[in-house]
């Protein structure tokens, strides 16, 4: 199985200094709410520790965030999920996100509905 971590830093679009990720967001996204501009949604993922515990301690929060905000919360569109590991953050679109859950738990469009589902509820 791949380090879910790799997952998180392959599929990011931009990495950047941890310190620099407000002054980012202020540069690219000057007015929050601006026609456009995606929802960012901030993770810290540990530098040890085991798959299951970031999955059962990150993504029922981030779908219930996603359908709170009126999101699909089983696409993520619209979305920017900054994840922070050590002093990096690796700025990931919502769907790459969610990847790395189907990814690491092998899941289908199906399986992954399920879950969304079952989180939802909880």
Do not use: I
Not at 3 to 27: C, Q
Not at 64 to 90: N, T, Y
Not at 106 to 119: G, P, Y
């Amino acid at each position: 199985m791949a380090d879910y971590r790799e997952l998180l830093r392959d599929k990011a679009f931009e990495t950047v200094a941890g310190a620099s990720y407000n002054d980012l967001r202020r540069r690219r996204y000057p007015s929050v709410g601006e026609a456009g501009a995606p929802l960012f949604y901030e993770v810290t993922v540990p530098a040890t520790g085991l798959w299951e515990a970031f999955r059962d301690a990150t993504f029922p929060p981030f779908v219930r965030w996603l359908e709170s905000q009126k999101l699909d919360p089983e696409s993520a569109r619209g979305v920017v999920v900054a994840a922070f590991l050590g002093d990096r953050c690796h700025l990931l679109e919502g769907e790459r996100f969610l990847e790395v859950l189907r990814d690491m738990e092998s899941l289908t469009s199906s399986a992954l509905h399920f879950r969304v589902l079952r989180w939802l509820s909880d």
